[in-house]
């Protein structure tokens, strides 16, 4: 099994900035890739971004695209997702995710098997 401790979430006015931090502990060696989902109250859980661990493909929701990018540390094995341009509507609970398999959908949750206890955004206006 693995353990995702996110961490970087906080309140933050809307125009700002936030890192989000997402460290894998446990069955790392074979992670396929590692995604961000967020969930605002209320609502789906739904796609935000995702990195494929080996070669770096990444892949954004359309409604982040161009504010939000991801990378990860391989030697670390930690994911961050660097976020700009904040909006309210940006405000919802951040999960990270751990997919092993090279067929999964990564923009679905199903697409994931382990995930990490979520860290609070909230952006105010």
């Known amino acids: 099994q693995v353990q995702l401790v996110e961490s970087g979430g906080g309140l933050v006015q809307a125009g700002g900035s936030l890192r989000l931090s997402c460290a894998a502990s446990?069955?790392?060696?074979?992670?396929?890739?590692m995604g961000w989902f967020r969930q605002a109250p209320g609502k789906e859980r739904e796609f935000v971004a995702s990195?494929?661990?080996?070669?770096?493909?990444?892949y954004f929701a359309d409604s982040v695209k161009g504010r939000f990018t991801i990378s990860r540390d391989n030697a670390k094995n930690t994911v961050y997702l660097q976020m700009n341009s904040l909006k309210p509507e940006d405000t919802a609970v951040y999960y990270c995710?751990?997919?092993?398999?090279?067929?999964?959908?990564?923009?679905?949750?199903?697409?994931?098997?382990?995930w990490g206890q979520g860290t609070q955004v909230t952006v105010s206006s």
């Open positions: 995710a751990v997919s092993y398999y090279s067929g999964s959908s990564l923009d679905r949750p199903g697409g994931y098997s382990s």
């Open positions: 446990g069955r790392t060696f074979s992670m396929f890739a």
């Open positions: 990195i494929k661990w080996s070669g770096g493909s990444s």
